[in-house]
């Protein structure tokens, strides 16, 4: 009996065994929860702890201009970096110190400051380096065996092929995307997403087989197809450098070239501008702004005016700013006009220089102060005359003409796809009064910005549609394929066609007659044009005007709008039709062609017709001359040789078909022993300038308006005084100061 009482387990026992069984229990259920329900959480937290993660980079989207040119790309580059923890003593740290510091031209002591940060395993040395920097930091790792001290890797960097080319356009971008242009307007679709390369570690660190790593493929940024024509805007450039050269404006000049029928923008510029691949580098005239300020170099003043003028000089003055478009809204007031039916162009207006306006105490006058006396409708528009226009606007009332100002896109922005684009100002309706509606007739008191006016304008010139004004066409994928593309449909219809191709051909006929816009004239093409000068009512300074012109062509088919825009000229004559149409005229001159509109000649423009001089050089002398008389040119020949050894002008000058001649050279005789005078042409009428450099020898070429009575020569090229060869061509700048406004 007392064995088998000796089978049963005792009380203490038992106790630790349902302990233990319980805890076994606890411990099954918590290692099912861990491995079974709770699997993915912890497997995840795990793999984190051995998983590093390094970013692989998505390329940037390339911005292309309409012909696929690139004006914004990326290029690949490479930064030298630095382990400090893995420099193993004070004579490698030396060594490393004084090799990158002679190679990459870094400061001795800022690399020693980086290598005291021993715990840190990337510290940045220098970017961007050159081909012959890299070469030379691969060498001094295999040299001294450095591969665990020094590395190096690739990167992309953003990269501007034509530097300041469309800078304001463009823009730039910096460390967190788009600063400014299309590369802010579009850096979301630009950026794209970013890939990553997964490496597995051990608990100790070290990298485990490749067997465990992973790559995910960064996903590239799209691209932008944008409607600017790198051609067109090297043109505009051009013009918008001299422009500022000519007329040294206060406060920039810019321009504007837009296809009037769908709102793309060809070009858009302005001057000063700055290089995109350097944008912190102010220029020349913003630079001597700071320099000129006085303040302490680095100081807290000179650093906030410092970005004022970065800020300053990024800002788009196109679409940014605004203006009193001033006698350019003449066009749209007589658009207008012509729509309610409230006048014809033969409708005869009077103007005796000033006008009075119920509710304003002192008469309004007309750039004209003596008056233009009785005029058609036509004439008052093409001379640009405001009491006319006053007269019409009172005729349209004030609600309708307020009507078709908002009809116009003048109480709204464009839409256009540029960041910071500026509102309009302008009075509301109840504050629009008398006195409101005749000075806006000639666009004054309110402000709009330039490509609201060239919208404007361009609406007239297309037949009546209010299009949208746009840069990017189509945004595609790197294969080619379109993601989104632009709807260039019109946003409605303002005024009439009959009316419009009413306004081209009056407007036309000021640039070819006798209108104010006779600055603008370009031979072979017909184009309708628009001058204006607006005071600054911004300043306190009453002489502050803004002179510019806008044109279209050709005006019985308008395709393209040109506007520039120069911010207070400090010139003698301010005028629009000064300081701003002769330089539409030359963009116009030079772009047609490139845009496939060809020179049609009238018979008025037979005195302007240029030809190309062939080269004759090694010709027979008798073939030479017979070719040449055979385009329609006078030849001389110098000497009695058979072979022509030399000629003036030299082949590809361009010279006045009508009275254009070649001299030709033989035997000894060469054109710089026959030197004359160039004589001094300033001041005469182009007819005159002609004859004087005809009867001296000398051929002509103008650059400017039409020949005829009224414009005159302000200057010339070479100089008066210079001495030249015998039959070198003279090239003479001549201009309209008559009815300008």
């Known amino acids: 009996m007392q064995n088998r009482a000796n089978r049963h387990i005792p009380g ?119 081909d012959e920097e890299y070469n030379s930091v691969i060498t001094l790792i ?44 579009y850096n979301k679709e630009l950026t794209g997403v970013a890939g990553k390369y997964i490496t597995a570690r051990d608990a100790v660190g070290n990298r485990m087989p490749y067997k465990y790593d992973s790559y995910i493929e960064a996903e590239h940024g799209s691209n932008l197809v944008t409607t600017i024509d790198t051609r067109v805007q090297s043109v505009l450039e051009a013009q918008l450098k001299q422009t500022y050269e000519d007329n040294d404006p206060e406060h920039r000049v810019c321009g504007i070239v837009m296809d009037v029928n769908s709102g793309a923008i060809l070009a858009m510029g302005q001057y000063p501008a700055f290089d995109l691949n350097d944008p912190y580098t102010l220029d020349a005239d913003s630079k001597a702004l700071l320099d000129e300020s006085e303040y302490v170099k680095d100081s807290e003043e000179y650093n906030n005016y410092y970005w004022e003028l970065v800020y300053g000089m990024w800002r788009n003055k196109a679409v940014t700013e605004t203006y009193e478009p001033g006698s350019t809204f003449k066009v749209i007031t007589t658009a207008m006009a012509l729509e309610e039916g409230v006048t014809t162009f033969a409708d005869p207006y009077y103007c005796e220089g000033k006008m009075d306006i119920e509710g304003y105490d002192q008469p309004i006058h007309c750039h004209k102060t003596t008056g233009h006396g009785a005029v058609s409708y036509a004439e008052g528009l093409q001379q640009s005359c405001n009491p006319t226009l006053m007269q019409v606007a009172a005729k349209i009332g004030r609600q309708d003409f ?39 007739s000639f666009g004054q008191t309110f402000r709009v910005t330039p490509i609201q006016q060239i919208r404007g304008i361009a ?124 330089y539409v005229a030359n963009t116009l001159s030079e772009i047609l062609p490139t845009l496939g509109i060809e020179r049609q000649y009238s018979e008025d423009d037979s005195g302007m017709i240029t030809t190309a001089v062939s080269n004759y050089t090694t010709w027979a002398v008798d073939e030479a001359k017979a070719a040449i008389e055979g385009k329609g040119l006078k030849c001389e020949v110098v000497g009695d040789g058979d ?55 000398f051929n002509l070429k103008i650059d400017g308006t039409i020949n005829r009575a009224g414009a005159s020569v302000v200057s010339q090229s070479p100089a008066a005084g210079e001495k030249v060869p015998y039959g070198s061509v003279v090239t003479v700048t001549v201009r309209y100061f008559d009815g300008t406004e």
């Open 12 to 130: 203490r026992t038992l106790t630790i065994i349902l302990v233990f069984m319980a805890l076994w229990s606890v411990l099954i259920i918590r290692l099912f929860s861990l491995q079974i329900i709770q699997h993915e959480k912890y497997e995840a937290k795990v793999i984190d702890n051995i998983e590093r993660e390094t970013n692989v980079a998505a390329n940037r989207g390339i911005i292309y201009d309409c012909n696929m040119v690139q004006l914004a790309t990326n290029e690949t580059t490479w930064r030298v970096f630095i382990s400090p923890r893995d420099i193993e003593d004070q004579t490698q740290a030396a060594l490393i110190a004084t090799q990158l510091s002679t190679i990459l031209d870094v400061e001795y002591d800022s690399i020693m400051a980086k290598i005291a940060k021993t715990n840190r395993a990337d510290e940045t040395i220098k970017r961007d380096i050159t």
């Open 142 to 185: 295999n040299e001294y065996d450095l591969d665990k001290q020094i590395h190096y890797e690739a990167y992309t960097k953003r990269w501007y092929p034509y530097g300041s080319l469309a800078s304001s356009v463009v823009g730039c971008v910096g460390t967190d995307g788009g600063q400014m242009g299309l590369e802010l307007q």
């Open 402 to 440: 307020y009507d078709y100002f908002n009809s116009f896109g003048y109480t709204r922005k464009t839409g256009i796809d540029l960041p910071g684009e500026a509102d309009s100002i302008f009075a509301e309706y109840s504050a629009f009064n008398n006195v409101s509606l005749a000075v806006y």
């Open 459 to 582: 609406t007239v010139a297309n037949g009546g549609k209010l299009v949208k004004p746009h840069l990017v066409s189509k945004i595609i994928d790197d294969e080619g394929n379109v993601i989104k593309a632009f709807d260039d449909s019109a946003v409605r219809q303002v005024v009439s066609e009959d009316v419009c191709a009413e306004i081209s051909r009056v407007l036309e006929e000021g640039v070819s007659g006798d209108g104010g816009a006779k600055n603008a004239y370009v031979a072979g093409y017909k184009i309708a044009a628009k001058t204006g000068t607006s005071e600054k009512r911004d300043t306190k300074i009453t002489t502050d005007v803004v002179g510019s012109t806008v044109a279209y062509v050709p005006s019985d088919d308008p395709q393209y709008a040109v506007l520039i825009v120069v911010d207070d000229p400090q010139t003698s004559s301010h005028f629009g039709s000064v300081v701003a149409a002769p």
């Open 643 to 697: 072979v022509v050894t030399a000629q003036i002008p030299s082949s590809g000058s361009i010279i006045q078909q009508e009275s254009g001649k070649i001299v030709l050279y033989t035997g000894d005789n060469t054109p710089e022993n026959n030197l004359i005078t160039v004589p001094d042409l300033k001041g005469y009428g182009a007819e005159t300038a002609n004859n004087v450099l005809v009867s001296y020898g």
